[in-house]
């Protein structure tokens, strides 16, 4: 057997707004093969159109991570826009910092997962972030993701649900950087 390259030798590389022409459907693959249990699921078919929607900020950034040429993770998102931070309504106070980056999505192929591959993916998207916070949604029913955002120093503040056939969310807030 091979010995198979760990997570911190694979090659991470950043994406923005003007390669989503290059980079739509190797993410649109990936969310596929990482969700293959799931994509009966018409939320989950939707992808393509959120790739499109964030992908479409010029703020749009992007890291995906690849073992050779195939592409086994990704994680993405866009700067929040001022004065529209859905979060807050759920902080009573809610933080005096306002710049926020929307973590959106975040995927890995079932045969790198649990080897630290979404930790490395998430602090290459943020170790350059200028914003003070980062928000993300964790679907409810998974317990063992939002534990693991909360060991990357997120925490719960409500719950979202925000489109009717979606999931019901947990939102998480993190300041930047990450701890």
Sequence with gaps: MEPRVTAAG??????????????RQTLIDVHADALADEMDDPF?????????HWGGRPG????????GDKAVGFAYGAPGSPGHEWWREHLDPAPEKHRTFSYSE??????????GVSERLTRALMAERDEDLVVLLV???HPRVQALYESWGFRKVGERQPFPDSPVFAVMLAELPLS
């Design 106 to 115: 975040l995927a890995v192929i079932p045969a790198w997962r649990k080897q």
């Design 60 to 67: 749009f950034s992007c890291v995906i991570a690849y073992d």
């Design 44 to 52: 989950n078919q939707r992808f393509p159109w959120f790739v499109d």
């Design 139 to 141: 679907d409810t029913e």
């Design 10 to 23: 694979l090659n991470v590389r950043h994406f923005t707004h003007t390669d989503l022409p290059e980079i």
